[in-house]
Every structure is written in structure tokens, then in C-alpha cells.
């Protein structure tokens, strides 16, 4: 074995030296295993060192593997992750065989993400037309104008640029293991990385290169076996996999599958590709309980109700809205007997039924994919859904002020809104483009949301009740008006304003993403009439509450304003609650109710047990009132 030369030895203490700040976290370690997988095969040949760089750099890489998982936060599953990976080191020492190491190091990268909860692929299927061109600008000056590592800049590259049409190469890397080089680089090449590009722009090259080492026939069979449905999968699903793996359980069926998906990644842009996401979860979850893991079984049951079937549950609610109701609770139901261990033949009957439920529902979306009305329907009940509470409030708020004669502090409460729909946006595109917004961390923001909510409503409809007296109203804004004009009250009136819109602005958003990808082409111009017509419904609703306010005696204004808002208050902490649960920070069990999520009323104990709480206190607040007033 030759000795490394000195310089290329100082070069390797500079890449393996800043090597732990790639892999800091679960995606780092990921980015390290995809490139041990595979790079690998191509330093070891037959048991002898091919590459004397290259081994030096898979031996120290797994050296720094094992560290980087010691480092990473306490998990029942970590202890396995690490002797995995003391295997794989041993195996690298041993110069074992290429095919098992890499073998080992893919089976160790999906063992970590479902351990750690790492999301192996995009939010919704990338769009290609712009890529050419962006493959164009970004890469096409040292991988070449079709990707064959002959670029104009390849000559002066040591290592050289990959050549995407290299099949053995390309069949030991996945989809995300693309992204994760063009999001990080690569350390020792000329493979920065591309901060400059956002999240859709990354995948999109990662799926366009992906499908280069292809060829026409393959995906020609692919579109086939795709339109007969011979195998199904889930945009997670062919991100996570390499050729190699597809072909390992599928055969050229699968390669074949993949070489068209990769092509076409619209074609997963329906119901059935995130009703697949929710499948896939629960088998997970039920093959984790088969081994007595009862947290990640927990985990991943509680993923495939917010990854999967939340996302589609309002498109679907429109046309199928009792089997919708039905897999929402026997989702609740399968989570709650996790949590309490139950036997494992019960919970893979509660799977069986579930998915038997989804197929239906797919089965149905299928045959009657959103048309004009349909889509006008679904796009009007989101919108009228997500806004009447927030609107309620509003209007309930501002007909306060202008019968109390306080239109100065309108803007206040203008003020509340505007931010919060912008913040609902601003949202969106961290969530898209920034960071990584998972399921139960979005029902964890709408839950604090509605629980602050109804705490500000709770304390602003008691001090309504308090002025129900017209004389007692009169001495406040006599008495405290010139004070509270000149101090910083009125900013109560922005928060509330805020957490009443921005509960629903973010949902709102994601449910018309998702309408957006069900709707036919022809059909889509019906999502913005739907939205406007559902925005006009909810404008006049506080036209006429302003309207009506302004024809009521001042005590009884205030005594009903004061009910709506005590009413939404018991409405937001059952969302707020029932968010909670949905996320996984609350415990569920279950109730033989009906559950109507407009008015917050959902069948758990904890939700009903917060609500009747909420009403005791309401009640005892009133009739000390009476009491005082008497």
C-alpha cells in the first residue's frame, strides 16, 4: 500500500476537521451514509484498496459516523443505530465486499430517519418545466449540458464531476440522497452548496438528474405499470429508495416504476400518493408494535393522521363526508390503543379496516376526480370553515367600539388581522422553502394559538358581561377612555385580533395547496370563485352584525357580544385541545359522540372534560355577577 502524500493528508485533516458541523443532526449523519454507500464500491474491489484517497476517506468517514450518532439527542432506538454502525465501520476496515457495505449503510440511513423522525421527501411532488433551464445556469459547467461530467470547467476538476448516466453509480443513490448533496455539497470536491436555491428548486434538480442514467423504455414501461396500477407508491416512497433497492423487491418492475416517477413526478400529485403516505405510516406503526417498540409505533400512527390523511381530509370531506368522519376516529382510536399497548392482532384489525377505508376513499376520489362544482364546493367550505370563527370575533370586537362611540381604536384592531394573515403566509413559505414543518408541529402551533385565544376571549367577554349595565358603561368610558386611549391597552385588541385569524391561516393555506393538486385543469379557476364567493359570505356576516348592533340597546348589545365571544372561547379550547391531541402531547380517549369540528365538539375526554371545565367557570363568573348586581 502506497503512503498518502503529505499534501493530500493535510487535505484530509481539513475535510474530516470540518466534518462535525455537517453532521450535527439527523441529516447530517443521513448525508454521510448516502456517500459511504456510494462511494464505497469503487474504493474496495475484490478485497484489495482501488483507491488509496478514496478507502482513507471511507475509513476515517465511519470513524466519524459512530461520533456523530453518540452526539445525536437520547432515543430508545440510538443503542441499535450505533452497533449498526460499529458494524459498518468494522466492515470498511475489513474491506469488505462493496455491495454489503453499501447494503448496510442504506439499511442504517432509514433505520435513523424513522428513529430520529427525519422526512425523506418533499412536501408535494416538484415541478420540472423550469429545470432544464435551472440545471442549465447551476450545473451545467462542470457536469455538462446532459449530464455526462463533461462540462467546460470538468478538466481542471480533481475528483471530476459525476457523470449522472453512470447506472451502477446512479443505482446505489436515492432521490434524497441527491438533494442532500446539492443542499450540503460535497466535502473534497468542487460540490458546493446551493444555499442560493430554495427547497422546490433543490428537489427539482435531484429529480431531473435522478432520472438521467434511465432509459426511454424503462420509462416507457414505467407509465404503464404506473396507468395499470400494478404497483403503487408514495412520493416518500421513491425518494427514499435507491434503483438498487427498487430492484431488490421489485425486480426491472420497479426500476422500471422509478425511471418513470422520476421523470414524471406529477403523476404522484393526487389523494392516492398522500392516502399512500398514511398507509405506509400505519404499517410501520404496526410492524414497530409486532417488536415492542410502542413509542415509534406511536409516533408513526400519529404521523399518518397529520402527514397523510389531514391533508386531504377537507378535500375529501365534500363528497364523502361520513367515510372521512369514520377514518378520523378509527385513527383516534388506533392511536389510543397503542398508547395503551393492546394486543397486536387487535391493533393489525384496526389497520386492516383503515386501510379498507382508504383504498374506498381513494377508490372514490378516483372515479370522481374535483370538477367545477366540486372544486367551487370544497374551496367555499374551506373558506367558510377556517374563517367564520375568526370572523365572529372580529365583528363582535368592532361592534363594541363603534357603539361605544371607539372608532379610533379600529385600526388596532385592523392592525391584529392584517398582521395575522400576513404572518399566516410568511408561514407558509418557512414551512416550504426554510424549515421543515412537520405535521404535529403545526397542530402544536394551531393548538397554543387556540388556547391563548380562548383565554383572551374567556377574559375579554367576561369584562363585556361585566358592562352589561349602561350605566356602569358609561362610567368606564367616563372614567378609564381618556386613560386607556393614551396608554397601550388598545394593543389588546391587535393580539386578539391576531390569534383569532392566524389559528386558521396557515390550515387554510395548506387545505387549498391540496385542492389545488386535486382539481382538473379546467376546473381551477372554480378554487378562486369558490374562495371569493366564500371571503363575499363572510364580509356580509359582519356587515350585518355591525348592522344589527347598531339597532340594539347598548345592554343588550353588550350581553350578546359577550355570549359569542364566551362561545367561541369553549369552541377554541376543544380545537385547541383536540389540536394537542393531534399532535401527540395530549393522551386520547375516546367517546361514543358525535364530532363537529365548526363548534369544537370532538369525542375525546379531554376535549369535552377542557370544554365542560371552560362552561363550570363561565357559570360561576355569571352568577356571581347577578349575585353582585342584586
Not at 353 to 359: E, K, V, W
Request: with cysteine; glycine share 8%.
Amino acid at each position: 500500500m502506497n503512503a498518502i502524500p503529505p499534501l493530500t493528508f493535510l487535505l484530509l485533516l481539513f475535510v474530516f476537521g470540518t466534518l462535525p458541523v455537517l453532521a450535527t443532526e439527523p441529516r447530517g449523519v443521513l448525508h454521510t451514509l448516502d456517500y459511504l454507500s456510494v462511494d464505497y464500491p469503487g474504493a474496495v474491489v475484490d478485497g484489495r484498496v482501488a483507491n488509496e484517497l478514496e478507502y482513507a476517506e471511507q475509513v476515517e468517514f465511519s470513524t466519524k459516523l459512530v461520533g456523530d450518532l453518540q452526539a445525536l439527542p437520547e432515543n430508545p432506538g440510538k443503542e441499535r443505530l450505533l452497533e449498526r454502525a460499529l458494524e459498518l465501520q468494522r466492515l470498511i476496515q475489513d474491506k469488505a465486499p462493496g455491495a454489503e457495505v453499501s447494503h448496510l449503510a442504506r439499511h442504517l440511513a432509514q433505520a435513523v430517519a424513522e428513529t430520529y423522525q427525519v422526512t425523506l421527501a418533499p412536501r408535494r411532488p416538484p415541478v420540472l418545466a423550469q429545470t432544464p433551464a435551472l440545471y442549465d445556469i447551476h450545473c451545467a459547467q462542470c457536469h455538462g449540458s446532459n449530464g455526462r461530467g463533461d462540462g467546460p470547467e470538468a478538466a481542471d476538476l480533481d475528483p471530476p464531476p459525476i457523470d449522472f448516466h453512470d447506472r451502477e453509480r446512479a443505482f446505489q443513490r436515492s432521490l434524497y440522497g441527491l438533494y442532500s448533496a446539492i443542499t450540503r455539497g460535497v466535502d473534497g470536491t468542487a460540490m458546493r452548496p446551493f444555499d442560493e436555491l430554495d427547497d422546490e428548486q433543490r428537489w427539482a434538480l435531484a429529480f431531473y438528474v435522478g432520472a438521467k442514467a434511465f432509459s426511454q423504455e424503462e420509462r416507457e414501461r414505467g407509465m404503464a405499470l404506473w396507468e395499470e396500477d400494478v404497483l403503487h407508491w408514495d412520493l416518500a416512497t421513491l425518494t427514499a429508495l435507491t434503483p438498487a433497492e427498487a430492484e431488490e423487491r421489485w425486480g426491472m418492475d420497479g426500476v422500471a416504476l422509478m425511471a418513470y416517477l422520476r421523470a414524471h413526478p406529477e403523476a404522484l400529485a393526487d389523494t392516492g400518493s398522500v392516502l399512500g403516505r398514511a398507509r405506509a405510516l400505519l404499517a410501520q406503526s404496526l410492524e414497530a408494535a409486532r417488536t415492542g417498540d410502542w413509542e415509534s409505533a406511536y409516533q408513526n400512527a400519529v404521523a399518518a393522521y397529520l402527514e397523510g390523511f389531514e391533508l386531504v381530509e377537507p378535500i375529501l370531506r365534500t363528497t364523502q363526508a361520513e367515510r372521512v368522519a369514520e377514518i378520523e376516529n378509527l385513527m383516534l382510536l388506533y392511536r389510543q390503543k397503542v398508547r395503551e399497548e393492546a394486543p397486536v392482532d387487535e391493533l393489525a384489525d384496526m389497520v386492516q379496516r383503515i386501510d379498507t377505508l382508504l383504498d374506498q376513499a381513494e377508490t372514490y376520489g378516483e372515479r370522481n376526480r374535483l370538477t367545477k362544482t366540486a372544486t367551487f364546493i370544497g374551496s367555499l367550505v374551506i373558506i367558510l370553515r377556517e374563517g367564520l370563527e375568526a370572523v365572529l370575533v372580529l365583528a363582535a370586537i368592532a361592534g363594541v367600539l363603534i357603539q361605544g362611540g371607539r372608532r379610533d381604536a379600529l385600526p388596532y384592531l385592523h392592525a391584529g388581522w392584517i398582521g395575522a394573515l400576513a404572518a399566516g403566509v410568511l408561514t407558509w413559505v418557512a414551512a416550504n422553502h426554510l424549515i421543515t414543518l412537520t405535521g404535529a408541529g403545526r397542530e402544536l402551533t394551531e393548538g397554543i394559538t387556540a388556547l391563548a385565544a380562548a383565554v383572551v376571549l374567556l377574559y375579554v367577554g367576561f369584562w363585556l358581561h361585566d358592562k352589561t349595565h349602561t350605566d356602569r358603561w358609561r362610567e368606564y368610558v367616563r372614567e378609564r377612555i381618556q386613560k386607556t386611549l393614551h396608554g397601550g391597552a388598545l394593543w389588546i385588541l391587535t393580539g386578539i385580533a391576531f390569534l383569532a385569524v392566524y389559528r386558521e391561516a396557515f390550515e387554510t393555506v395548506l387545505f387549498y395547496q391540496a385542492l389545488w393538486m386535486q382539481a382538473d385543469d379546467s376546473a381551477r379557476n372554480m378554487l378562486w370563485t369558490g374562495m371569493g364567493t366564500g371571503t363575499i359570505i363572510l364580509l356580509a356576516l359582519i356587515f350585518a352584525i355591525l348592522r344589527l348592533g347598531r339597532r340594539l340597546p347598548l345592554r343588550q348589545f353588550f350581553s350578546i357580544n359577550a355570549a359569542i365571544l364566551l362561545v367561541l372561547a369553549v369552541s377554541f379550547i376543544g380545537h385547541g385541545v383536540a389540536a394537542l391531541q393531534e399532535a401527540g402531547w395530549l393522551e386520547i380517549h375516546s367517546l361514543p359522540l358525535p364530532r363537529w369540528d365548526l363548534v369544537g365538539l370532538y369525542p375525546t375526554m379531554e376535549t369535552i372534560g377542557a370544554q365542560l371545565l371552560t362552561i363550570a367557570l363561565i357559570a360561576w363568573v355569571y352568577w356571581r355577577h347577578n349575585r353582585r348586581s342584586g
